[in-house]
């Protein structure tokens, strides 16, 4: 057997490190890793200022690695962004991103951005975007819901779909997003603070009560003493007439719903005996003067029109004492909608209250309406084909022509065509509790196709009012206040420039006055002079005299 340690020379191995090129890099080698290993073990503490190291002996093994290799990184390349995950989309909103850093997280505080930068970003980012065009996306976190399924008291039996038993909750999984920008998730605390000491306050159908309850558990879901949460004459249930009011006490702040179902009035005549319903399109609904002083409106009308008796208008629509025998549902619609904007120009102060009028939420009965076999209870996605959204209703451009034509700037949230994509979030069969599937599907009852689960839809449509009124704080916070004595000056700024204007009528009237002076002193010349001739003519003629008696 060959001995292996002949195909071996060492003398070789050790003649490599005899030349000097090879000692240089040998000692230096040596030199640079006892220095490395020196300053690894008095570095200063976390906080101090080195770019690469922290403290080795208080960070902990988990994340050492990948802080220092992350540490080094960005000192080697300062130019160079990491982001990783999904908040890596957030860059373009200005600046670092701040998030809390936890053991084995491998972004860093100076790869973060502030919450508030963020949110001043997405703000900009909605200036002059239309939040209305866009589509619906999933989220896989736990951002969505804006509340718990099950988790809020005050919704009513039809809209509460987990409750009831729906098995699917994709839908709760939904939000929109607008081509071009981003809207801000709702901060129900911080939706409160903008809201502290104010009323908020819905008018309109079932809709807007869906939203309304949409509202209440968004923002009782960050309140922490769920007690202090309540409804104001102490009701449970939200479905009869009459109007609702939810107390935040620690905020001093009220979410409200008024019922109106047309904004205007629905009306009894006397008739033979009975009474006959009519619906009064020249007076506004009865109880308006108890929230026209409110800090923001939310209006909305628009199913009730579907509806037989107002589709038909026989019989039905009343001006004054005068009943119309027929009269076309859009007509009517106009009329309705005129009387209540005359009321908003006359009775709202539009520096105090913010008025918005939500539009038509879309309906999605198929093989029938409402109260004649229409369903909606197999549909579990939304549509994602524009090609099958319906059209944009006739009746809300007559609101759009409306609102145009009013002196109050009321805020239209276009809400038609992102409702019209989710035909997969309505209750449909799922409006009552403890039904078996057989009494769920009995043709006896309606599906509803037309209002939506909560958690849902509606809470999209706060996020919208939630943006509108970050705007609205932004522009304010932005909009530049003139000192007392600053606006002062600038009031008096006007008179100054006109005083050039002035001058040329000054020196006119001073050179008319020089004139008349003039003229009054040659009139008071004139005698004297008159007299002075008419004595010299005296004495021209004595001395005449004189001469002739002369010899």
């Known amino acids: 057997m060959a001995d292996p340690t002949k195909h071996f020379d060492f003398n070789n191995l050790c003649s490599l490190f005899q030349t000097r090129r090879t000692k240089i890099f040998a000692y230096g080698f040596m030199i640079s890793f006892i220095a490395c290993t020196i300053f690894l073990a008095f570095s200063p503490s976390p906080n101090s200022s080195s770019p690469w190291f922290t403290n080795i002996y208080t960070a902990d093994s988990g994340s050492y690695y990948r802080s220092h290799f992350t540490s080094l990184f960005s000192y080697l390349f300062p130019n160079s962004t990491r982001s990783n995950g999904p908040d890596a989309g957030f ?93 801000p998730r709702m901060d129900g605390k911080d939706m409160l603070e ?87 399109l020249d007076l506004v609904e009865k109880s308006s003067s108890r929230y026209k002083n409110a800090d923001i409106i939310i209006f909305n009308t628009g199913h009730w029109w579907t509806h037989e008796k107002t589709s038909k208008g026989k019989d039905y629509y009343q001006e004054g004492s005068h009943i119309y025998g027929e009269l076309n549902v859009v007509e009517a619609f106009r009329k309705a909608l005129t009387t209540w904007a005359r009321w908003v120009d006359a009775n709202i102060n539009h520096e105090k209250t913010l008025v918005f009028f939500r539009g038509y939420s879309s309906s999605h009965f198929r093989g029938g309406r409402w109260n004649s076999g229409g369903q909606c209870d197999s549909e579990t996605q939304p549509i994602k084909n524009e090609t099958y959204l319906a059209k944009y209703p006739s009746k809300m451009r007559v609101l759009e022509n409306v609102l145009h034509g009013m002196k ?119 005698p004297q002079q008159d007299q002075r001739q008419k004595h010299q003519m005296q004495q021209g003629q004595q001395e005449q005299q004189q001469k002739q008696k002369q010899p």
């Open 91 to 183: 860059e373009g909103l200005g600046g670092n991103r701040t998030v809390e850093t936890k053991p084995g997280s491998n972004r860093t505080v100076t790869d973060a951005l502030s919450s508030s930068k963020i949110r001043e970003g997405l703000i900009k980012g909605l200036m002059g975007c239309n939040v209305f065009d866009g589509r619906w996306v999933r989220v896989d976190d736990d951002s969505y819901p804006l509340y718990l399924p099950g988790s809020c008291p005050h919704i009513d039996e039809p809209f509460n779909c987990y409750r009831n038993g729906r098995p699917d909750s994709d839908y709760e999984k939904l939000r929109w997003q607008p081509h071009g920008c981003e809207i």
């Open 194 to 280: 903008l809201i502290r000491g104010k009323r908020l306050v819905f008018v309109g159908d079932s809709l807007n009560r869906n939203m309304w309850e949409s509202l209440v558990c968004i923002l009782r879901n960050s309140v922490e003493d769920k007690s202090k949460v309540f409804e104001a004459s102490g009701r449970q249930e939200f479905r009869t007439e009459g109007s609702y009011s939810f107390v935040f006490k620690d905020y001093n702040c009220s979410v409200e719903f008024f019922r109106s179902p047309f904004l205007v009035q629905e009306w009894e005549m006397p008739e033979n005996g009975s009474k006959h319903e009519t619906l009064r």
């Open 408 to 526: 109050t700037s009321v805020i239209y949230l276009n809400i038609t065509r992102m409702t019209d994509y989710r035909k997969d979030a309505h209750p449909s069969i799922y409006r009552k509790q403890n039904l078996t599937e057989e009494e769920r599907r009995s043709p006896l009852r309606y599906q509803d196709c037309s209002h939506w689960c909560l958690p849902g839809v509606p809470d999209t449509w706060n996020e919208l009012i939630y943006a509108e009124l970050l705007i609205r704080l932004n522009q304010n916070k932005h909009q530049p206040q003139q000192h007392p004595q600053q606006a002062q000056q600038h009031q008096q700024q006007p008179q100054k420039q006109q005083q050039p204007k002035q001058q040329p009528q000054q020196d006119q009237q001073q050179k008319q006055q020089m004139q008349q002076g003039q003229q009054e002193e040659k009139q008071k010349k004139q």
